[in-house]
Structures are given as C-alpha cells and as structure tokens.
C-alpha cells in the first residue's frame, strides 16, 4: 500500500517562509511526477508546482518566482521551499505522486500553512 505523508506545515508571519516535505512509499519514485496542490476554505483545490521525472518544473502564476519545487528520487522524497509568503496562501497543502501524463495517483493527507500576523 502506497504511503504519501506530507509535512512542515505551521503558522507564519507574511514574508516569512516555509519548507514542506512529502515522503512517499511507492516503488520506482522516479518515474512519478509530483505535483503539489492546496485548497483554501471554500475553494477548490488547485495545483500549486509540479515536477516532472526529469525534474522540470512548473508553477501557478501566484507563487512565481517565492515558491521552489524539488525532488530527491535517493530519499522518495519532493519538498516546496515557501518564501515571502502571504496570507492568501493559507491552505491546507497535498503532495500528489502520480504517473507521467496520468490523472488520479496518491495523494497525502495535507499539511495545513497559516499565514498571518
């Protein structure tokens, strides 16, 4: 049974940052592509970075050029480094573990980001 845990979620100020990590337990993590998501109160969700199997990158408008996504197939493992946050990226944040191309996969149970002062 596939595991995705995410983690490093917490409250901070605007303009402060954050890193997030997602741990998964599938065999052959390189071959997945990760994608980040995060959905707000009453919103749906909606994905935030995604990297691919050969590690390129892509992001929502919003978070250009303040969020970094990563990944280190050694360790199963992708991170989203947060900085200059803002409060409209409050949200609870899910890592995805799916297959190239594909829709569905695994997903984690999320990692709530509170962002005020």
């Known amino acids: 049974q596939v595991q995705v845990v995410e983690s490093g979620g917490g409250l901070v100020q605007p303009g402060g940052s954050l890193r997030l990590s997602c741990a998964a337990s599938v065999r052959s993590f390189s071959s997945y592509w990760i994608a980040w998501y995060r959905q707000a109160p009453g919103q749906q969700r909606e994905r935030v970075a995604r990297?691919?199997?050969?590690?390129?990158?892509n992001y929502t408008a919003s978070v250009k050029g303040r969020f970094t996504i990563s990944r280190d197939n050694a360790k199963n493992s992708v991170y989203l480094q947060m900085t200059s946050l803002k409060v409209e990226d409050t949200a609870v944040y899910y890592c995805?573990?799916?297959?190239?191309?594909?829709?569905?996969?695994?997903w984690g149970k999320g990692t709530q980001v509170n962002v005020n002062s």
């Open positions: 995805n573990v799916v297959a190239p191309n594909a829709t569905g996969g695994y």
């Open positions: 990297i691919s199997t050969s590690g390129t990158t």
